[in-house]
């Protein structure tokens, strides 16, 4: 029935302020206001329709794409959207398109890298979109390795100008969105090479197709580099190939804010410190973590959704069926995903502060906590786009056989997000650089105080030697004893790797031998930065009944659960004994019943529309089964009752005459 909420006996249950909530999810009342009106402007504007795109052929797809960038774009000139307002616009449109990259890495690379005059001459021109740009730096043979791409840039100075060349099939750039079929320029990186000599790999500005008719410039090679994973999915993206044969570009477009080459052919380091660079990389990566915080409370939402309205065995004298939620298999697999939702978007949260703290330092040519801001955001980028990546697969599993359908909304929200796990760092790669960091910070601690989410290894000495104390399961709900035991955990790791590297001759071969216990030493380092922030959180002053509460239980949830599943860690570094290894589980399933009740206002207080979930069994009503029905009658396979190519293929095998074998 329409116009009736199948789920209003759960909504009933909340224990707090699902609206207080609300506001504590966005940040702000502002940014939750800004949030609902643009969610709904996307919503109740049919030109936004999602549900057919699956369906779609790939020309037809990417043409449906253009025509909803280019709607949106005539939106935020129409209505005068802020900068804020468009980027929310953009993300519930909820379709990867050029424009991601235009506003997401090829603005910010000029702004990042480029000089005051490079500034003055190109940011107005992208802002008004009169140029359309993307970020080149992946190619064929190169991606983590950014030291080893293969384009050159040469300067000549005969003509002041350089001369960018792909000299190998694998230099050609490769996966740039935006590049196959629609940006007009590209922020380049390739090697700069001057009077014969290398001089590190560098940006250039570089137009690839005419402002006229958009045809590809002399001496550039240009298309698209094919189908990806899933139906609709990534596929509304134009991800590129690119090849240049000695292509001049002049000498004042390659981005010079942190090295110049003169007239002459010399080379100049700006006043600007090369870290400089980090700034924008630190910028980019706690959007990502922002980002994983809103698709994995996507999922989640959904699947708790379906897992409230699914019933399944357990009927008592013909009653109805249990809910699948009330059984504790779907409640500790799911719940743990719901808390590391708001785990994740507190993090994120926090990373928006340090990104800023990090700017106004740079600003003030302090240079002091940037390595460990980069390894911090390098390490959160891996481990929540990991988390989040599995985490949409486990909320598909949870939704049973009908989560395998398009029209759940999981199929197609996996798809599109796990090239996060690769884009912007490799997650293993990423989780080695931080080991690098970890690894440098326990060789300094006789001389120099570890800083930032590090500062628990001041205290090693203590961490080593000093085990857990905790004796009843309900010790484990102190926070203090939950931070220390992260840290402890992380300290002993750590501290274990450098001393067997310590061993080694050559430090680079007990690196290569030892990354794999590295890569989970760094784990445990990025999972304390999150159990950490998410107390803080909980330190401050959170408005409304019960909201805080409710919190609680969740970062509890969170801790305890990686807990359970890293157990082998904390009892092989000796911090935990079986016993309270065993009680922190006892307390995780009294944990679980505090969810349950608040379970379906969690994932309301994500204040999802409809439209954004893009998915049946995620609706707000719950009414799953009749929508289940209507959208397998929409499909066009049942256009008709018999199948085009039925009589060709099918009845000449159902009309055949057999033949007795002739012995």
Not at 332 to 360: I, T
Not at 413 to 424: D, G, R, S
Not at 439 to 455: A, C, D, M, N, R
Request: aromatic share 10%; glycine share 8%.
């Amino acid at each position: 029935m329409e116009g009736v909420d199948y789920l209003i006996d759960e909504r009933n249950k909340a224990q707090f302020d699902v609206e207080a909530m609300k506001v504590a999810w966005a940040g702000s009342r502002e940014t939750l206001e800004v949030s609902d009106r643009m969610a709904k402007l996307v919503a109740n504007d049919p030109a936004f329709e999602k549900f057919t795109r699956p369906m779609l052929g790939r020309k037809e797809l990417f043409k449906n794409t253009l025509k909803k960038a280019a709607y949106a774009w005539k939106l935020i000139v129409n209505l005068r959207l802020s900068e804020e307002e468009a980027k929310c616009l953009r993300f519930y449109i909820d379709e990867p398109a050029y424009t991601d990259l235009h506003w997401g890495m090829f603005i910010p690379a000029i702004e990042g890298q480029g000089t005051e005059e490079q500034k003055q001459k190109w940011l107005p021109l992208a802002q008004k979109m009169q140029i359309i740009g993307c970020y080149a730096q992946t190619e064929l043979g190169h991606g983590s390795n950014v030291q080893g791409l293969e384009t050159t840039a040469t300067f000549d100075p005969q003509t002041d100008e350089f001369v960018l060349h792909s000299p190998t099939l694998t230099s050609s750039k490769w996966w740039p969105g935006g590049l196959g079929k629609v940006s007009t320029h590209a922020v380049i990186y390739a090697r700069l090479i001057v009077n014969g000599q290398f001089h590190g790999v560098h940006g250039f500005i570089v137009q690839l197709r005419s402002l006229e008719d958009h045809s590809p410039l002399p001496g550039i090679t240009v298309g698209d580099i094919g189908l990806k994973f899933g139906n609709g999915a990534y596929n509304t993206m134009d991800n590129g190939v690119l090849r240049f044969d000695h292509v001049r570009i002049p000498r004042n477009q390659m981005l010079m804010r942190v090295l110049q080459v003169t007239k002459e052919g010399k080379i100049k380091q700006s006043d600007v410190p090369r870290q400089l660079i980090y700034g924008t990389m630190v910028y980019v990566r706690q959007t990502i973590v922002a980002d994983a915080s809103k698709a994995l409370s996507r999922a989640v939402c959904i699947a708790t959704r379906y897992s409230a309205v699914r019933r399944q065995f357990g009927s008592r004298n013909g009653g109805p069926e249990t809910q699948v939620i009330d059984y504790k298999t779907q409640q500790s697999r799911l719940f743990p995903l719901l808390a590391s939702a708001y785990a994740f978007r507190f993090v994120g949260e926090w990373l928006k502060w340090l990104y800023m703290d990090v700017k106004q330092r740079l600003a003030a040519n302090d240079f002091s906590t940037l390595p460990e801001a980069h390894a911090c955001t390098a390490g959160l980028k891996s481990l929540t786009t990991t988390a989040t990546a599995d985490g949409i697969e486990e909320c598909r599993k949870l939704c049973g056989g009908h989560g395998y359908l398009v029209s759940s909304g999981l199929p197609e929200l996996f798809a599109v997000y796990i090239p996060a796990c690769t884009y912007e760092g490799d997650n293993v790669v990423l989780l080695l650089q931080v080991a690098r960091f970890l690894v440098k910070t326990v060789s300094e601690l006789g001389y120099k105080k570890p800083v930032g989410t590090t500062g628990y290894m001041g205290r090693a000495a203590d961490l080593l030697q000093n085990n857990c104390a905790i004796q009843t399961a309900g010790e484990w709900l102190n926070p203090d004893a939950v931070v220390e035991a992260f840290e402890a955990r992380a300290a002993r790791m750590a501290v274990s790797c450098g001393q067997r590297l310590a061993k080694f001759e050559n430090p680079e071969e007990g690196f290569a031998e030892l990354a794999s216990d590295l890569v989970e030493a760094s784990v445990a380092h990025c999972q304390l930065i999150v159990v950490s922030k998410f107390i803080e959180k909980l330190q401050q002053e959170i408005p409304g009944k019960g909201v805080k509460e409710s919190l609680e239980v969740l970062c509890y949830v969170y801790a305890l659960f990686l807990v359970h599943k890293h157990q082998g860690d904390f009892l092989a570094t000796g911090y935990l004994t079986p016993k309270q290894a065993s009680l922190a589980n006892d307390q995780l399933r009294t944990l679980y019943s505090k969810v349950r009740p608040n379970a379906i206002a969690l994932v309301d207080a994500f204040n999802y529309t409809d439209h954004y979930l893009g998915s049946i069994l995620g609706r707000y009503d719950g009414n799953v089964y009749p929508k289940l029905y209507e959208a397998a009658w929409a499909d066009p396979l049942n256009d008709s009752d018999v199948a085009d190519g039925f009589h060709q293929y099918v009845q000449p095998i159902l009309k055949q005459k057999l033949h007795s074998a002739k012995l």
